[in-house]
């Protein structure tokens, strides 16, 4: 079994910065594609950011200029970084990631998601 806790989220007022913190742990054989989504109330989950093993990075609008995503396989962690945020960026964040858990089938991935963490911008 594999977990993924975040932290970080919060209140902030329109402009203001926070960082997010997402930590996998359990069976982990690798991490793959890690990512940062987002869900408002009343829509769909969107993403907002992806990296990969190797950082390669892809950013969604309409947070893209605004957001910056890394990761340290180490730790097994992903961070999203957020500037000037909006009102609009209200919503609930969740850490993604893609997981192999047997050694012996690394080709075997499975998709892992956080329990989410708030985030509200006031205006």
């Known amino acids: 079994q594999v977990q993924l806790v975040e932290s970080g989220g919060g209140l902030v007022q329109a402009g203001g910065s926070l960082r997010l913190s997402c930590v996998a742990s359990?069976?982990?054989?690798?991490?793959?594609?890690m990512g940062w989504y987002r869900q408002a109330p009343g829509k769909q989950r969107e993403l907002v950011a992806a990296?990969?093993?190797?950082?390669?990075?892809r950013y969604q609008d309409p947070m893209k200029g605004r957001v910056t995503i890394s990761r340290d396989n180490i730790k097994n962690a992903v961070y999203l970084q957020m500037n000037s945020l909006k009102p609009e960026d209200t919503a609930v964040y969740y850490c993604?990631?893609?997981?192999?858990?047997?050694?012996?089938?690394?080709?075997?991935?499975?998709?892992?998601w956080g329990q989410g963490t708030q985030v509200t911008v006031s205006s």
């Open positions: 359990g069976s982990i054989f690798r991490v793959n594609i």
């Open positions: 993604n990631a893609d997981v192999s858990t047997r050694p012996a089938r690394p080709w075997e991935t499975y998709a892992y």
């Open positions: 990296i990969t093993p190797d950082g390669t990075t």
